[in-house]
């Protein structure tokens, strides 16, 4: 996709890892920059590639994952728009551990690791932001091994659905959510079957918990009375869902996919 300097420059100025930086120095990251728009289930990388850039999404979801050489396959994130990755993976020559891939159709920006490299030798404070991203994604992923070992698979999906919610939630009013990755790319980042992530959405559906019509789901007011003043939980961005208004209700669950939204300067199935 091809996408002007000046407006590559304006689209990293709006990334908080690179908002106010100097007007060279962004220009200068904008010259290695690319908008990139792809398909479900294109690689972005694989394990054991060299890092070659810097990513952020602005539309659609990517997955994250580790695999065995049996081919056994762990997801250990979803990301979502406004997202980094290959932070880490910036600073060091070892090959990547992990793969990413997206689960919807994506527009991303990536940058290329040269001149983020330079950029941080001119502008100490641009380390200290990528630091402060690292140290983020490190406190999420150990909340979320602590939820894999000691949480029940109820536990998780209760959680996962308050966190998404947001604190709007502890208003007490129905909340609609909506889910834009694939159901079987959400069970295994829960570390469940399809078939189980159905049967605890359908035995929550049956308690009057929420209500389920395709990609949208509903939490009701018994569901926000129940677990809305639960402590710790994670009221991060989403992971897959966004809030949208109220919509029409019925019984599906899963029924579509949904897909992300093209974004400005152009921001596997269920």
């Known amino acids: 996709m091809h996408t002007s300097l000046d407006d590559l420059s304006l689209i990293l100025s709006e990334i908080a890892l690179f908002r106010a930086l100097p ?17 479900k289930g294109k690689a972005i990388y694989a394990a054991g590639d060299r890092p070659r850039a810097l990513y952020h999404v602005m539309s659609g979801h990517l997955k994250v994952s580790v695999s065995s050489q049996d081919g ?50 001119q502008e100490p404070g641009l380390s200290r932001r990528m630091l402060s991203a690292m140290a983020q994604r490190q406190s999420s992923i150990e909340r979320d091994i602590a939820a894999d070992c ?9 959680d996962y659905l308050l966190r998404l919610a947001g604190p709007g939630i502890e208003k007490g009013r129905v909340v609609e959510l909506e889910l834009e990755i694939p159901k079987h790319v959400l069970a295994a980042r829960m570390g469940f079957t399809p078939e189980t992530l159905s049967r605890i959405f359908r035995e929550l559906s049956d308690a009057g918990m929420i209500h389920v019509h395709g990609k949208h789901v509903t939490l009701m007011e018994a569901f926000v009375r129940t677990h809305a003043a639960r ?34 300067f152009g921001a596997r199935g269920a």
């Open 150 to 158: 000691f949480q029940s698979g109820t536990a998780k999906v209760v």
């Open 23 to 39: 007007e060279h120095v962004i220009s200068d990251i904008a010259r290695s920059a690319e908008v990139v728009s792809l398909a």
């Open 72 to 121: 056994g396959e762990k997801v250990i994130e979803i990301l979502s728009p406004r997202q980094l990755f290959g932070v880490a993976e910036l600073f060091g020559d070892a090959p990547c551990v992990s793969s990413v891939e997206t689960v919807t159709p994506v527009v991303m920006l990536s940058v290329g690791r040269d001149s983020v490299l330079r950029a941080i030798e």
């Open 231 to 264: 402590p710790s939980l994670r009221r991060e961005g989403p992971v897959g869902i966004s809030r949208v208004p109220a919509s029409s209700q019925g019984s599906a669950w899963f029924s579509r996919q949904g897909v992300g939204q093209a974004a400005a």
